[in-house]
């Protein structure tokens, strides 16, 4: 089973990047997908998540009107459109699957709800 993460670069401020998250191995149809990220020196945080049933989103509040996740059912993949980038979101970006999700239960924002992770792909944002 694997995540596989990439997209990520170097980009001027104001500037796109789309990341992906590439499942193998498994199906995460009934999992939430998420993305955290983790800066020099920082804590891991969380930045958005998917629910890949419904396909309902939700987002930290940092990235809220500049990121943006979808899903090909298809290519069993995730993407994270990141516009309006900023130097503060330089970071290593991971993508990440709650494979224990029951259908009620909140959207996990801590790391430890998440059982699998990618390797995790750079993105750093220049001013």
């Known amino acids: 089973v694997q995540l596989q993460a990439s997209g990520g670069g170097l980009v001027q401020a104001g500037g796109s990047l789309r990341l992906s998250c590439a499942a193998s191995?498994?199906?995460?149809?009934?999992?939430?997908m998420g993305w955290f990220r983790q800066a020099p020196g920082k804590e891991r945080e969380f930045v958005a998540a998917?629910?890949?049933?419904?396909?309902?989103?939700y987002y930290a509040d940092s990235v809220k009107g500049r990121f943006t996740l979808s899903r090909d059912n298809a290519k069993n993949t995730v993407y994270l459109q990141m516009n309006s980038l900023k130097p503060e979101d330089t970071a290593v970006y991971y993508c990440?699957?709650?494979?224990?999700?029951?259908?009620?239960?909140?959207?996990?924002?801590?790391?430890?709800?998440?059982?699998?992770w990618g390797q995790g792909t750079q993105v750093t944002v220049s001013s």
């Open positions: 990440a699957a709650d494979s224990r999700y029951t259908l009620g239960r909140p959207t996990s924002t801590r790391r430890e709800s998440y059982d699998y």
């Open positions: 191995g498994r199906t995460f149809s009934r999992s939430i």
């Open positions: 998917l629910n890949w049933a419904g396909g309902s989103t």
